[in-house]
Nanobody, 122 residues
Framework: QVQLVESGGGSVQAGGSLRLSCAAS??????MGWLRQAPGKTREFVAG????????YYADSVKGRFTISRDNAENTVYLQMNSLKPEDTAVYYC?????????????????WGQGTQVTVSS
């Protein structure tokens, strides 16, 4: 059974940092990533990374502030979020693909975690 379990969300003031983790089990994946959804908005891509840790791919809104990394030995993906802004407030979802590289299209990801809340106050 495939499971993606996120941890590390929480509340922080603007300018602060958080680190999200996602532990995957049940199979290996070609790509893993993070997407987010704010109230009243559609789910949007944040960052993705291929199986070998290469080809990290970021949304323009988080470039230079967020860093995605992957530990294949632990089948875990991380999202280091620095210089957080109130507009980063959302539920963050870990996602995984069984084929191909990371993609900004949310519907192309095959598996999803349950989500973790990130709240950034001004």
């Amino acid at each position: 059974q495939v499971q993606l379990v996120e941890s590390g969300g929480g509340s922080v003031q603007a300018g602060g940092s958080l680190r999200l983790s996602c532990a995957a089990s049940g199979r290996t994946f070609s790509s893993m990533g993070w997407l987010r959804q704010a109230p009243g908005k559609t789910r949007e891509f944040v960052a993705g990374i291929s199986w070998n840790g290469g080809n990290p791919y970021y949304a323009d809104s988080v470039k230079g502030r967020f860093t995605i990394s992957r530990d294949n030995a632990e089948n875990t993906v991380y999202l280091q979020m620095n210089s957080l802004k109130p507009e980063d407030t959302a539920v963050y979802y870990c996602a995984a693909k069984i084929m191909g590289g990371p993609t900004p299209m949310w519907y192309e990801w095959n598996y999803w975690g349950q989500g973790t809340q990130v709240t950034v106050s001004s």
